[in-house]
């Protein structure tokens, strides 16, 4: 789902103001910017870290031999993907 992050990414830059709208409020139009784009950034972060991990974890847990069901973090993705598309 890159095209979800790279959409957004655009969405944000051109929903926080135009610089060229404002008089005197280009610093503020740009701090907004800035923000809304470290946001989602941090978040894109964050869930490329986690999600690898948690894939991991789920594939070699259970069954009590040390081999676990190597579907189920897949499983877990993909309800996870159709998830933020219904968001």
Known sequence: LQHAFLVAQATAACSTGDDNDNEGGDEKST?????????M????????TIGPAL???LATSGNG????D?????????YG????VLL
């Open 31 to 39: 701090t907004n910017r800035a923000r809304a784009l470290a946001r």
């Open 41 to 48: 950034t941090t978040a894109y972060t964050i869930g490329a």
């Open 55 to 57: 894939g991991g974890y």
């Open 65 to 68: 031999e040390g081999g676990g």
């Open 70 to 78: 190597l579907y189920r973090g897949a499983r877990w993705a993909v």
């Open 81 to 84: 993907s159709l998830l933020s």
